[in-house]
């Protein structure tokens, strides 16, 4: 191996990039590994098909890329970690399963502030003191939303419904649950109304949003359907927020 000539040291500002670039390439290979091993006949395709499925492959992959550089870009940012440090962090088995599962997230969105978010749960899952199984948790859910979904949950999480909200406490701290019907919401929202039952749905399913029971006679006399937050959704939408704000600074 030859020497730096004249004194000069490599820099470590110059070897950044192609640093990023291998830890992007460790990321998605680790992801494309999982698939071939949770489907093996993934790889086998019939030779009439071959084609357009390499075509679609090959843009799968880029948007792979693209996904991941921005998600590990976030990362070794929040965490201060280069990305072959990053790497290394996620190295055992259960942070290299969450890896796995946040790039997989991250090309099923070209939501930004979901991919910032996916990010942070990288760096978070780097952390040695880590709650990886809640983070898992947290990609989950992230996976499913998009654009429509965030908005949809930010409105439930933050926005006036009309009624009157609901006050908890835990005996240390106080907080207030806003409560809505399907019409408030749905005036609230109306670019969204005409989907927002499957919204509302998967946002349920995901255990971001609840049904809460009837506030007063008349509610329960109309059947009147009513939602809100739950604790979770409301970490969740404080997650996307706080990385979306990321990109505005």
């Given at each position: 191996?030859?020497?730096?000539?004249?004194?000069n040291?490599?820099?470590?500002?110059?070897?950044a990039?192609?640093?990023?670039?291998?830890?992007?390439?460790?990321l998605?290979?680790?992801?494309?590994?999982?698939?071939?091993?949770?489907?093996?006949?993934?790889?086998?395709?019939?030779?009439?098909?071959?084609?357009?499925?390499?075509?679609?492959?090959?843009?799968?992959?880029?948007?792979?890329?693209?996904?991941?550089?921005?998600?590990?870009?976030?990362?070794?940012?929040?965490?201060g970690?280069?990305?072959?440090?990053?790497?290394?962090?996620?190295?055992?088995?259960?942070?290299?399963?969450?890896?796995?599962?946040?790039?997989?997230?991250?090309?099923?969105?070209?939501?930004?502030?979901?991919?910032?978010m996916?990010?942070?749960v990288?760096?978070?899952?780097?952390?040695?003191?880590?709650?990886?199984?809640?983070?898992?948790?947290?990609?989950?859910?992230?996976?499913?939303?998009?654009?429509?979904?965030?908005?949809?949950?930010?409105?439930?999480?933050?926005?006036?419904?009309?009624?009157?909200?609901?006050?908890?406490?835990?005996?240390?701290?106080?907080?207030?649950?806003?409560?809505?019907?399907?019409?408030?919401?749905?005036?609230?929202?109306?670019?969204?109304?005409?989907?927002?039952?499957?919204i509302?749905?998967?946002?349920?399913?995901?255990?971001?949003?609840?049904?809460?029971?009837?506030?007063?006679?008349?509610?329960?006399?109309?059947?009147?359907?009513?939602?809100?937050?739950?604790?979770?959704?409301?970490?969740?939408?404080?997650?996307?927020?706080?990385?979306?704000?990321?990109?505005?600074?």
């Amino acid at each position: 191996m030859s020497e730096p000539q004249d004194g000069n040291e490599p820099d470590d500002e110059e070897n950044a990039p192609r640093d990023f670039d291998v830890a992007a390439s460790s990321l998605i290979g680790m992801a494309a590994a999982a698939v071939q091993v949770w489907d093996p006949t993934a790889g086998v395709l019939a030779a009439g098909v071959a084609p357009f499925v390499s075509a679609l492959a090959t843009r799968w992959r880029q948007r792979g890329v693209r996904a991941t550089a921005v998600v590990l870009e976030e990362a070794t940012a929040i965490s201060g970690l280069t990305g072959a440090e990053l790497i290394e962090a996620l190295s055992d088995d259960e942070r290299m399963l969450l890896a796995i599962n946040v790039i997989r997230a991250a090309t099923e969105t070209s939501y930004e502030p979901v991919l910032r978010m996916l990010g942070r749960v990288l760096a978070a899952g780097a952390d040695e003191g880590a709650r990886v199984d809640s983070e898992q948790m947290v990609v989950r859910a992230v996976t499913q939303l998009q654009a429509p979904q965030v908005a949809v949950l930010h409105v439930v999480t933050t926005g006036v419904s009309g009624k009157a909200p609901r006050t908890e406490s835990d005996g240390t701290a106080t907080s207030q649950t806003h409560i809505w019907t399907l019409k408030g919401l749905a005036d609230e929202v109306p670019s969204y109304a005409e989907v927002l039952e499957p919204i509302l749905a998967l946002l349920q399913r995901e255990g971001l949003i609840t049904e809460v029971p009837p506030q007063t006679n008349d509610d329960q006399a109309a059947g009147v359907q009513l939602i809100a937050a739950t604790s979770f959704g409301r970490e969740i939408i404080r997650r996307v927020i706080e990385a979306g704000e990321q990109l505005r600074e």
